[in-house]
């Protein structure tokens, strides 16, 4: 929860496949900056994932469910989200794609916690990158953090990418961060 640096949690040895989770946050992007330009993803394919929340806006106050004048507002708001999400994806995906990275979009609609993990369980993906943007305070005490689902329930490596100072969070380390023997 309070690493200055990206965190892996690693569950595999490759990284091939990767779902990006996209919002357009600030932390997402620097968890794109982090699959555009580390060397070490320069052979995976990335599937961008972006995930729009189909609510009833709160703007339209509590009409009774099902009411005949909720259904258009609903239907507006959707639709607005699923445009905004499509964008989304599609933006980042042309980004990584001028890049040199093979990439495609893929909005979904949802939970983005859940939906994360399906597009990784369908494309068989090694890593999810994401960034840990998402609820805080009571509506995180209630509904739970995004990043931290896609952690805990996710089959495969996931790389949390918190906003930081670009030296720590943007670039790799020169050496791999390995435990050297001791010669004495």
Known sequence: DHASAPVLVARGRRIERVVLG?????????????????????GSAVRVVSVADIEIPWWS???????????????????ASRKQHDELAREMTAQLQTAGRAAEADRREGDAATEILAAASASKADLIVMGPHGRTGIARLVLGSVARNVLQHAPCSVLIVREGRPET???????PNRATPDPT
């Open 22 to 42: 996209w919002d357009g946050s600030s932390c997402a992007t620097r968890a794109a900056d982090l699959v555009r330009t580390w060397p070490i993803f320069a």
């Open 61 to 79: 106050g509590f009409p009774e469910a099902g009411s005949p004048e909720l259904v258009p507002i609903y239907v507006d708001a959707a639709n």
């Open 169 to 175: 969070a943007g670039t790799p380390p020169d050496t």
